[in-house]
């Protein structure tokens, strides 16, 4: 009895086992592909975010009550940097200014003790103008300013203070009169704003660190115009949930003025 082999199988071709090695490895490559996509898009769009803050538009959020009741305290401010002419990172230059910075702005500028920190008032005086306070009023070039947006919470006040005796380089009065200059928070000047700077105040006028107590701010510490309230609430302390519980729904999207 001869016992009957089995067919021998067909030899499997260089096409055929390209063809499963394909089948193998696709869903792996298509995976590669896939992240590698992923990180060129995330690449570009952090490209992206940080040219935009940059050059046009940052964030900035109100940590004091200087200038309530324009800006709140938790109010989330976008401040357009192309205003006054952005500053090209590491080079100290800046871009072509979409306008010159006006009295009656409200700026956001590093303040000029420590240029770490970010503050925002009101524009008051421009560069050789004349400015002073009586009983809380302001004057530039000798008119009186009619400012609707300040807030006044404490009777005006005339107690002489050293923290305003920087004022004595600036003033615009004769010797005589500078001998006897005593200024207070609410009755000083009238003080010459030198060339390539600027003269700010808090819109709370009676709890605003300004121009006042620490000097001008430079033109080249601009660093934009706020444009507009995108988010805000009313911190509280005992809450851990204040940014989700308290928010401020009428000032979302309000203008800046």
Do not use: C
Not at 44 to 65: D, T
Not at 91 to 104: M, N, Q, S, Y
Not at 187 to 203: E, I, M, Q, S, T
């Amino acid at each position: 009895m001869i016992e009957e082999l089995p067919a021998p199988r067909p030899a499997i071709t260089d096409e055929q086992r390209a063809a499963v090695l394909d089948r193998v490895n696709r869903p792996r490559a298509r995976w590669t592909r896939a992240w590698i996509e992923w990180a060129k898009s995330f690449q570009v769009a952090i490209l992206l975010a940080l040219v935009v803050r940059a050059f046009f538009i940052e964030a900035f959020k109100i940590p004091s009550g200087s200038m309530e009741r324009t800006l709140l305290v938790g109010d989330f401010l976008l401040v357009n940097k192309l205003a006054y002419g952005a500053e090209v990172p590491f080079t100290g230059r800046r871009l072509p200014a979409l306008k010159e910075p006006a009295r009656g702005d409200v700026v956001v500028f590093q303040y000029p003790a420590d240029p770490s920190k970010n503050y925002v008032k009101r524009l008051i005086a421009l560069p050789g103008d004349t400015v002073r306070m009586r009983k809380g009023t302001v004057f530039v070039n000798g008119v009186a300013q009619s400012e609707q947006y300040v807030e006044h919470t404490m009777p005006w006040e005339d107690r002489a203070t050293e923290d305003f005796a920087w004022q004595r380089r600036f003033l615009a009065l004769d010797p005589i009169a500078a001998l006897r200059y005593h200024p207070t928070r609410d009755n000083w000047g009238p003080l010459l704003v030198p060339p390539r700077h600027l003269f700010v105040l808090g819109d709370n006028r009676d709890n605003s660190s300004d121009s006042r107590y620490w000097g001008f701010v430079s033109d080249s510490l601009l660093r934009g115009q706020p444009w507009v309230v995108y988010f805000s609430y009313a911190p509280d302390s005992s809450s851990h949930f204040d940014w989700l519980t308290r928010i401020r729904w009428g000032r979302l999207g309000e203008r800046i003025e």
